[in-house]
């Protein structure tokens, strides 16, 4: 069974920065794509940002330009970094990743709150 942990949430102020990690207990290597979801108070929980094993990734509109997404496969984590952070942004940042053999896994979640 695959662990994912994030870490890096906080409180930060409209205009700042957040660097959100992603550990996998196991080679994440496995995983066709690993992502980052984000659910707002009352929201659904809505795609942020996603990179495949190839290397592509995909940004949701609401965050293009700045956010983010990369992976140090020797640390077998993701990072997603994120400037110019704006009140919208603020909401429980899960991590998730793919496997077509495995299926999906998600992380516990870490809050993000910016204020305005």
Request: net charge positive; hydrophobic share 35%.
């Amino acid at each position: 069974q695959v662990q994912l942990v994030e870490s890096g949430g906080g409180l930060v102020q409209t205009g700042g920065s957040l660097r959100l990690s992603c550990a996998a207990s196991g080679s994440i290597f496995m995983f066709n794509v690993m992502g980052w979801y984000r659910q707002a108070p009352g929201k659904q929980r809505e795609p942020v940002a996603d990179i495949f094993s190839d290397g592509n990734s995909y940004y949701a509109d609401s965050v293009k330009g700045r956010v983010t997404i990369f992976r140090d496969n020797a640390r077998n984590t993701v990072y997603l970094q994120m400037n110019s952070l704006k009140p919208e942004d603020t909401g429980v940042y899960y991590c998730t990743a793919t496997s077509t053999a495995a299926g999906r896994y998600w992380g516990q979640g870490t809050q993000v709150t910016v204020s305005s």
